[in-house]
T-cell receptor, first 111, second 117 residues
């Protein structure tokens, strides 16, 4: 079935260091992988996404890599800042326009 | 700015009450909207897909008579939690595609926190 696993569940990083969050998915038919940031009491906000015909995508301090063979994708945040503290969710679209979400990673940036 | 607006942001009501939540697309037409439920410290779980002009499609285990969805226009979908009970307390979030076509991002509203006493 369609499943997305996300690790780690919690991550604490010193301000200025990098943070990496990893996700694996079960169905090789998936072609679209967005990442969302959710702050307390708010809805998820799209921060970056990647499609299966691309191996890497970067937007300023945020990058996503995709390995279709291994069925995993990762979020990389460089030069972390306190405002990066939030819960991050990966997701995958298994071809039916529905998103299956990972279990989330609570990222804490230590000043 | 926000592209999907959700109202109300917070509801507290007594057990047995029916509660309506609105999801609006701002400055774009949304033929498809999605409704999710999120319990504390958990991930988002898709409840149903709201289709403009037709019946919603529900995920397995979601009671369609309990969670009524209406998508009567291209900019508005509503979720009504009927005869709500404490176990229905949760964070309800809607989303929509801004653009048509394959592999497009979903944009989310800011959620409605429902508390049933």
């Amino acid at each position: 079935g369609e499943n997305v696993e996300q690790h780690p569940s919690t991550l604490s990083v010193q301000e200025g260091d990098s943070a990496v969050i990893k996700c694996t998915y079960s169905d090789s038919a998936s072609n679209y992988f967005p990442w969302y940031k959710q702050e307390l009491g708010k809805g998820p906000q799209l921060i970056i996404d990647i499609r299966s015909n691309v191996g890497e995508k970067k937007d300023q301090r945020i990058a996503v890599t995709l390995n279709k063979t291994a069925k995993h994708f990762s979020l990389h945040i460089t030069e972390t800042q306190p405002e990066d503290s939030a819960v991050y969710f990966c997701a995958a679209d298994f071809g039916n326009e529905k998103l299956t979400f990972g279990t989330g990673t609570r990222l804490t940036i230590i000043p | 700015g926000a592209v999907v607006s959700q109202h109300p942001s917070r509801v507290i009501c007594k057990s047995g009450t029916s509660v309506k939540i609105e999801c609006r697309s701002l400055d774009f037409q949304a033929t498809t909207m999605f409704w999710y439920r999120q319990f504390p410290k958990q991930s988002l779980m898709l409840m149903a897909t709201s289709n403009e002009g037709s019946k919603a499609t529900y995920e397995q285990g979601v009671e369609k008579d309990k969670f009524l969805i209406n998508h009567a226009s291209l900019t508005l979908s509503t979720l009504t939690v009927t005869s709500a009970h404490p176990e229905d307390s949760s964070f309800y979030i809607c989303s929509a595609f801004i653009s048509q076509g394959q592999d497009q991002p979903q944009h989310f509203g800011d959620g409605t926190r429902l508390s049933i006493l």
